[in-house]
């Protein structure tokens, strides 16, 4: 089963403290930490388990500048077989639907079989998938978070749904899925799996090489505020170390009644 997988390098929440930018049209980047965004993590570990048990590549693909070759090859030590990096001047400031469209033009290019995504990303918009699957004219399921493959033809996809509740799915391959964290633990990445990777060969494609010009990248939404709302009234906000901040929280709740 040839099998590609979608992902985007996107600053680390767990390493860095995100704020507005003083223009308020973005996160401030300066000095940021990148990593592969969590729920892509998710959808490679599953690709590569689906590659174990019945054969076939795995390749991991991205838009983005030459900084995000580095999740690519991250994925790669993981267990992903091959990487493309898409990446032209004409793709930056695109919106999710560029982005797929520039994922579609690679992917026409190829023969894949089941094509995952994230189930979001940093922006949380959660559209790419659908998207590219619109584009491409082939079945999509969101919000995945099991997977089991019948046959060449076919494909079992659990998704979760509004109150806990679980819906099971048959789906024709070709097919895209956004894929749910919690679908299986991605495994560790070490030192030597990234450098057992770090000199193979990820190619570029740019606008040109794909067919594409910038009117057909060109961002139809464009953000025009970016903000961190108003507390609301009678919100209190925690201040100090993380320990003051949880014992002073446990004392809240006391006082609340929420905890004894």
């Given at each position: 089963?040839?099998?590609?997988?979608?992902?985007?390098?996107?600053?680390?929440?767990?390493e860095?403290?995100?704020?507005?930018?003083?223009?308020?049209?973005?996160?401030?980047?300066?000095?940021?930490?990148?990593?592969?965004?969590e729920?892509?993590?998710?959808?490679?570990?599953e690709?590569i388990?689906?590659?174990?048990?019945?054969?076939?590549?795995?390749?991991?693909?991205?838009?983005?500048?030459?900084?995000?070759?580095?999740?690519?090859?991250?994925?790669?030590?993981?267990?992903a077989d091959?990487?493309?990096?898409?990446?032209?001047?004409?793709?930056?400031?695109?919106?999710?639907?560029?982005?797929?469209?520039?994922?579609?033009?690679?992917?026409?290019?190829?023969?894949?079989?089941?094509?995952?995504t994230?189930?979001?990303?940093?922006d949380?918009?959660?559209?790419?998938?659908?998207m590219?699957a619109?584009?491409?004219?082939?079945?999509?399921?969101?919000?995945?978070?099991?997977?089991?493959?019948?046959?060449?033809?076919?494909?079992?996809?659990?998704r979760?749904?509004?109150?806990?509740?679980?819906?099971?799915?048959?789906?024709?391959?070709?097919?895209?899925?956004?894929?749910?964290?919690?679908?299986?633990?991605?495994?560790?990445?070490g030192?030597?799996?990234?450098r057992?990777?770090?000199?193979?060969d990820i190619?570029?494609?740019?606008?040109?090489?794909?067919?594409?010009?910038?009117?057909?990248?060109?961002?139809?939404?464009?953000?025009?505020d970016?903000?961190?709302?108003?507390?609301?009234?009678?919100?209190?906000?925690l201040?100090?170390?993380?320990e003051?901040?949880?014992e002073?929280?446990?004392?809240?709740?006391?006082?609340k009644g929420?905890i004894?």
């Amino acid at each position: 089963m040839e099998i590609l997988v979608c992902v985007k390098r996107v600053p680390d929440t767990s390493e860095n403290e995100i704020e507005v930018n003083s223009k308020g049209t973005d996160i401030d980047r300066d000095d940021l930490v990148y990593s592969v965004n969590e729920w892509d993590n998710y959808a490679v570990e599953e690709a590569i388990q689906i590659r174990d048990k019945v054969g076939g590549t795995v390749t991991v693909i991205t838009v983005g500048d030459e900084e995000a070759e580095e999740v690519l090859r991250r994925e790669m030590a993981m267990g992903a077989d091959k990487g493309i990096l898409l990446s032209d001047e004409a793709f930056e400031g695109t919106d999710g639907r560029g982005i797929a469209a520039i994922l579609k033009a690679e992917i026409e290019k190829g023969n894949y079989d089941l094509i995952l995504t994230g189930a979001q990303a940093d922006d949380g918009a959660g559209q790419v998938g659908g998207m590219l699957a619109a584009m491409l004219d082939v079945p999509y399921a969101s919000l995945v978070n099991y997977l089991e493959v019948i046959d060449d033809k076919k494909i079992k996809a659990g998704r979760e749904i509004a109150g806990g509740n679980q819906e099971m799915n048959e789906i024709e391959l070709p097919c895209v899925l956004s894929i749910q964290t919690g679908i299986n633990e991605p495994r560790y990445v070490g030192i030597r799996g990234i450098r057992k990777v770090a000199s193979l060969d990820i190619p570029v494609r740019t606008a040109g090489d794909l067919g594409l010009d910038a009117s057909a990248v060109a961002p139809k939404v464009n953000r025009v505020d970016y903000f961190v709302p108003e507390p609301g009234e009678g919100a209190e906000m925690l201040e100090g170390s993380t320990e003051e901040i949880i014992e002073k929280l446990v004392e809240i709740l006391k006082a609340k009644g929420g905890i004894k």
